[in-house]
């Protein structure tokens, strides 16, 4: 999949639709720049792991390597949002 971008005066371009769907890049989303051989390569940094609700169940999304347990501290997060004694 290719496109073709016009630079604008301020050195702004826009990622066509298409491909920001094809990769999922969101208002925000952070990408990694490099120059090699007179071409300019652009790829989505790595993301750190997200929890997310889909349909009543916790799916992990992530790129690159998994540090840590997301989902441990999604449960963490809620339970200290949760008054009460029982907590750990």
Known sequence: MG?????DRFGRSLIPRSL???LALQPGAQLEVELEGGA???RPAARDAQV??????LILSA?????????QDLRNE?????PGSWKD
């Open 63 to 71: 790129d690159g390597v998994i540090t840590g347990d997301p989902v």
């Open 52 to 57: 997310n609700r889909h349909h009543g169940c």
């Open 20 to 22: 920001r769907d094809a």
């Open 3 to 7: 496109a073709y971008l016009e630079i």
């Open 40 to 42: 300019i390569h652009l």
């Open 78 to 82: 809620r339970l200290n949002e949760v």
